[in-house]
């Protein structure tokens, strides 16, 4: 990946900095619940939901087992289609060949479909540095763009923003980008839709270029599919005469067929719709329809040293559908932000560090960024066990394992303070494994328990600024047993 975002600190002081705002917390609370609320209802409606589940995981974990053979199939196809596809090993080539590509029309100027790889690898960044002006089409998008801001949810980047916001950001911006935002502009759903909708209009009529992402690729067919809700990704993928679409070599699925388990499960769990209002679908170019020249950039980006760990590559099944982040109690209070990455809340926790990497003190620090609660797990349409993968890089951070930086493997070093809780947790294992000793302790401390300290001696500031230590019981479990029922055994 491109990198943190510019200037951001790890996780925990981030989110502490999130959850004093109470604004973003407010906002996000709403969104939240209202999101998950709608999801567990769409998802009631399917007896057979839990099969689907298991058939998408299926689908996916047979797909990246076989990845290679599917990507070449999907590139013949492309190819056989009119399609030109392109390898990128990283961010770097994939924002090189988009970037020639584009000045190879003459334009200067592209409208792009909400995706989350151009994100992942800063396009637009790259594109402004060669002097062509990238627009976003999405609603959630436009706003975080206009408002110079950062994406903070995977569905609806703009989940940070309330409706007085987002008219303040309309009035002020608007302007400087095309079409100024009507006067006197109400704050409501209707009206801040219809201002960007006569925004957008002319720049979908004046562009000769669009990017999109897409959420699955056909390899049998070679045919892209992009999900939507708004219609401006209908617009971009069918108006202009070039179209190039970035995307990650893990969204391939291998036939036509499956796309029937995701057309089901992705809009329920993602917008908590039945389906989803616009589903556009293009093999390759055909003459009078559609662009003349369709050109896919495949992504890897780290995605197969993800591949090559047995544990985490289970993070590639994501279908980038936000249900975890809807349930998450970490991500409610500290926003999407705080995780330092487009991939934000509990699949963020676990995809960022694989792609970029845990060289870096955030990236090091997001396989903590949860309670391990489970919810997460319990909501993904694909199975991925959040919690198991969560744990599994917390061992790597501890042990000072193997990451992936920017293509070369380095050693990172184990996390400050985890000697001591090795040491800990070694003197515990002798202590449960002699129960003497474990009975000769626990007097101890219910004799002393007057001198118990309010905090742990010589831990952290990060664990002991938030929990006190129990209260110590007057005798200990054994010997209440033995008090109680130990005449009757």
Not at 44 to 73: C, F, I, M
Not at 281 to 287: K, P, R, S
Not at 410 to 421: F, L, N, T
Request: include cysteine; aromatic fraction near 6%.
């Amino acid at each position: 990946m491109t990198g943190t975002y510019l200037g951001m600190p790890a996780f925990p002081d981030a989110a502490r900095e999130a959850v004093h705002d109470t604004t973003l917390r407010a906002n996000l609370r709403h969104a939240t619940h209202t999101i998950r609320d709608k999801r567990a209802r769409a998802v009631g409606e399917l007896e057979d939901w839990d099969r689907l589940r298991a058939a998408g995981k299926a689908v996916k974990d047979h797909t990246l087992r076989h990845l290679d053979r599917y990507l070449v199939q999907l590139e013949e196809a492309v190819t056989a289609r009119g399609g030109t596809v392109h390898w990128a090993a990283d961010a770097e080539e994939a924002n090189r060949i988009v970037t020639e590509l584009v000045l190879a029309t003459g334009e200067r100027q592209v409208v792009k479909v909400k995706s989350m790889a151009t994100q992942e690898i800063g396009l637009n960044e790259a594109l402004e540095a060669a002097g062509i002006a990238a627009y976003e089409t999405d609603l959630a998008e436009l706003i975080v763009q206009l408002g110079h801001d950062r994406p903070s949810h995977i569905l609806v980047p703009a989940i940070h923003r309330n409706r007085g916001e987002i008219r303040d950001i309309f009035q002020a911006e608007m302007g400087r980008w095309g079409r100024p935002a009507p006067d006197g502009l109400a704050d409501t759903p209707a009206a801040l839709a219809e201002a960007a909708r006569l925004h957008l209009r002319e720049k979908f009529l004046r562009a000769k270029v669009a990017v999109s992402g897409a959420n699955f690729m056909v390899a049998e067919t070679g045919t892209m599919v992009v999900f939507e809700s708004e219609g401006n990704g209908r617009m971009c993928l069918t108006l202009p005469e070039t179209l190039i679409s970035v995307v990650g070599i893990e969204k391939v699925v291998p036939t036509f067929r499956d796309l029937e388990i995701f057309l089901q499960t992705l809009p329920r769990s993602s917008t908590a719709e039945r389906m989803n209002p616009y589903t556009t679908m293009w093999t390759g170019t055909t003459d009078g329809d559609g662009p003349s020249a369709f050109h896919l950039v495949l992504l890897d980006n780290g995605r197969t040293d993800t591949l090559a760990d047995e544990v985490g590559r289970q993070a590639l099944r994501c279908i980038r559908c936000s249900a975890c982040l809807n349930v998450c109690p970490v991500y409610e209070r500290a926003g999407g932000h705080a995780y330092g990455s487009v991939y934000p809340g509990p699949i963020g926790a676990i995809l960022s560090p694989q792609l970029r990497g845990t060289g870096s003190e955030i990236d090091a620090s997001l396989p903590y960024a949860s309670t391990l609660c489970g919810a997460c797990y319990e909501v993904c349409p694909v199975a991925i066990d959040i919690p198991e993968v969560l744990v599994h890089l917390r061992e790597r951070v501890v042990q000072g394992g193997q990451a992936t930086r920017e293509g070369i493997r380095v050693r990172i070093r184990p996390a400050r303070g985890h000697a001591a809780e090795r040491a800990a947790m070694r003197a515990a294992r002798w202590t449960l494994d002699h129960p003497c000793a474990l009975r000769a302790g626990e007097r101890l401390l219910s004799r002393a328990r007057r001198f118990r300290p309010r905090r742990l001696p010589g831990a952290g500031r990060a664990w002991t600024d938030s929990r006190e230590l129990p209260e110590l019981p007057a005798e200990s479990f054994r010997d209440w047993w033995a008090r109680e029922r130990g005449e009757r055994r």
